[in-house]
């Protein structure tokens, strides 16, 4: 990758230049801005567009797994297995985190919220207890509805119902 | 999120485009093969991304030291965006992105590869903005 003779910077840190080594492969006097065109462009635009159409089901399939390993997580909170209850979380996290991610990319914007939220919530409770499972499961339980009825955003009528029975499971 | 980043990749003229669900499926592939550029998500398990990254750019064993890795993911705060510099990443893309957000930080890549730091607690691409660009290419004609 690099050249053989580095600079030595104030800080003793070495610095190599590049070697353009995927500039060569593709080729130096390619312009891979005009290579990635935008008939190219629109080919991947096409593809995120009917992914769109159809995320409510892969949704709902990934709230299912999400309220699974929520489940398996609360069982092995009274037990101290550290390192088990870590990586369930963990789980439990990376799952949240892509419900928010996919939500975003699929136009599910109150979804994307609603999992944003919840992986906030989860990140900062330290007392795992009785109010911890409501809330999360509450959450749960609205990315279901929202996937279920394909509710886009937050100024549907069935939203305003989803986002009372959260703001009360929160509250209390 | 995999399928749509192979897609896109394969849309953009990319040929051989492989997927792992973890950083140690991926190193499998990398030690198996060739490879010239990452993708990786963040949140993964039972490597992570970071650890995927320290350990390519760290590890003795790294299939790939100098490779340019791009890291995909939800967690775009800037404290998250800095440690996943500090683990030596090249670029990053906050999800959700769009496929032009996603065409520009490849483009950058290729054709305005970052310098490469070695020092006492950080190796990886210069964390400072790029000032190198592919010589021998006019750039305007792509526009």
Redesign the interface.
């Known amino acids: 990758?690099?050249d053989k003779k580095?600079r030595v910077d104030k800080?003793?840190?070495?610095?190599?230049?590049?070697d353009?080594?995927?500039?060569k492969?593709?080729g130096?006097?390619?312009?891979?801005?005009?290579?990635?065109s935008e008939e190219?462009?629109a080919?991947?635009?096409k593809?995120?567009d009917t992914?769109k159409g159809e995320y409510n089901q892969e949704g709902l399939k990934e709230v299912v797994l999400l309220r699974s390993a929520f489940r398996e997580f609360c069982k092995n909170l009274d037990f101290d297995n550290s390192d088990k209850r870590c990586?369930e979380y963990?789980?439990v996290?990376?799952i949240t985190?892509?419900i928010?991610?996919?939500s975003?990319?699929y136009d599910y914007p109150l979804a994307?919220d609603i999992a944003k939220t919840l992986f906030e919530y989860m990140m900062e409770c330290k007392n795992l207890d009785q109010k911890f499972k409501d809330v999360v499961n509450v959450h749960i339980s609205a990315l279901g509805a929202i996937f279920a009825h394909k509710i886009k955003d937050s100024d549907e009528e069935l939203s305003q119902k989803v986002l009372n029975s959260l703001s009360e499971a929160t509250s209390t | 999120?995999v399928d749509?980043v192979k897609?896109?990749l394969e849309?953009?003229?990319f040929k051989d485009v492989n997927s792992a669900k973890d950083g140690s499926s991926a190193l499998k592939i990398m030690h198996s093969k060739k490879i010239?550029?990452v993708i990786t998500d963040w949140?993964?398990?039972?490597m992570d991304g970071i650890e995927f990254v320290k350990y390519l750019r760290t590890n003795e064993e790294s299939p790939s030291?100098?490779i340019?890795i791009i890291m995909l993911?939800?967690?775009a705060e800037k404290d998250n965006i800095q440690i996943a510099r500090d683990a030596g990443i090249t670029e990053f893309i906050a999800?959700?992105?769009t496929?032009?957000k996603?065409?520009e930080i490849?483009?950058s890549?290729?054709?305005s590869?970052?310098?490469?730091?070695?020092?006492?607690d950080?190796i990886g691409p210069?964390r400072r903005r790029r000032t190198?660009t592919?010589?021998?290419?006019?750039?305007r004609?792509?526009?």
């Open positions: 990758m690099t580095p800080s003793g840190a070495r610095i190599y230049k590049p353009f080594a995927l500039k492969k593709v130096m006097n390619i312009s891979i801005a005009h290579e990635i190219r462009l080919k991947a635009q593809f995120i992914k990586s963990k789980l996290l990376n985190l892509n928010k991610s996919n975003g990319m994307t | 999120m749509l897609y896109t849309s953009f003229g010239d550029l949140m993964m398990d039972p030291l100098f340019p993911s939800g967690r999800k959700p992105f496929v032009e996603f065409r490849v483009i890549v290729i054709e590869p970052r310098e490469f730091v070695f020092s006492g950080f210069s190198a592919s010589p021998n290419i006019d750039d004609r792509g526009q």
